[in-house]
């Protein structure tokens, strides 16, 4: 544990260094290609610094944090896109607009908040999911394939939720929330665009549907440029999901995950494409049942199996009781 702290230490510390360079000579220079050719070498850095890791706690937050927000938020900087934009106004925001899943939140009036009840609720929901997962081989299997996204959604909600209210405390700023009742979706448009994991959308928006959209717009009709764009958009996760499955597991990619969404993006796309053209109403019960069934099914085929095969949750609960050890040892000294 102490050598991996070490090297939680170095590696951040190295993150930090590079991002402050960003922000004294990349930002002066023209945004373009030569800005961009500017900030690769601290994005191929980014790719690198998870493998420092043996335990997948460490590995996946770094991944996520530096090899996926980092970098794609530095390549549209590199472009006067994306959540960079403006210009932060000192080191210390930049540093943490771009190493840290936080955006700020344009129109703060905009959102409902939720009472904090929820929170907690869902706080406790988790604590008792954590002890559920020792009993795992004793559970139905029809009752494993909802823990697994239930177990995912609350684990990144409740964690995020307070990253984000520690960093509102701190910058003194009002930030986007990462999830808006996903639960709730009436379409897989919706829990995609709009509910789940929303720092990633606001990125891949600018940074992949658009491009793509723009290109093939030249090359073809409207509906079809947009549906490439979506389709690509999910492609390109998928691909950046499978990475992040290779730092924990350090295993050659299934490509099961990849799959999973290209499947979302084609069925999203498909589901774009005909609301534009046929219009039909659901009931939202009826609606909310049919996505989140459909989320949870094809999460459990093509998403979850690889978590369940590297018995990832059990790992990371050994790796807890390693740290919580380790702090008993150096802080309370038993």
């Not at 394939?145 to 509102?168: G, K, S, W």
């Not at 219009?279 to 085929?301: A, E, K």
Request: hydrophobic share 50%; aromatic share 16%; glycine share 4%.
């Amino acid at each position: 544990m102490e050598e991996e702290l070490k090297s939680f230490v170095k590696v951040w510390v190295s993150a930090i260094i590079s991002v402050s360079y960003c922000y004294y000579i990349p930002s002066k220079i023209k945004s373009g290609v030569h800005r961009l050719l500017s900030v690769l070498p601290v994005c191929v850095l980014f790719l690198v610094l998870p493998l420092c890791f043996v335990f997948t706690i460490f590995s996946s937050t770094t991944a996520f944090c530096l090899s996926l927000l980092a970098n794609f938020k530095l390549i549209l900087f590199a472009f006067d896109k994306g959540p960079l934009l403006p210009l932060p106004t000192n080191l210390f925001r930049f540093i943490c607009f771009t190493c840290l899943p936080i955006k700020l939140q344009n129109n703060p009036n905009s959102q409902n908040h939720l009472p904090k009840w929820v929170f907690f609720g869902k706080a406790a929901i988790f604590g008792v999911l954590l002890n559920v997962h020792n009993y795992k081989s004793l559970l139905p299997p029809i009752l494993l394939i909802c823990l697994y996204p239930l177990h995912l959604y609350l684990v990144l909600d409740v964690l995020l939720t307070i990253v984000n209210a520690l960093l509102t405390i701190i910058l003194g700023c009002d930030l986007e929330p990462h999830f808006n009742e996903p639960y709730l979706a009436t379409s897989l448009q919706d829990f995609w665009g709009h509910r789940w994991n929303l720092m990633v959308p606001a990125i891949f928006r600018p940074g992949v549907y658009s491009p793509v959209s723009s290109v093939c717009q030249h090359q073809m009709r409207s509906d079809w440029a947009r549906f490439m764009g979506c389709w690509t958009t999910f492609f390109v996760s998928g691909l950046i999901h499978e990475l992040v499955y290779f730092y924990i597991n350090r295993e050659t990619p299934t490509w099961e995950v990849t799959w999973f969404f290209v499947l979302h993006g084609f069925c999203t796309a498909m589901e774009k494409a005909v609301k534009r053209k046929i219009r039909w109403s659901l009931s939202p019960m009826l609606s909310r049942l049919i996505t989140v069934g459909f989320l949870v099914v094809t999460g459990y085929l093509l998403f979850f199996r690889q978590i369940e095969r590297s018995n990832m949750l059990e790992r990371r609960a050994n790796e807890a009781s390693l740290f919580i050890d380790f702090v008993k040892r150096k802080v309370f000294n038993f």
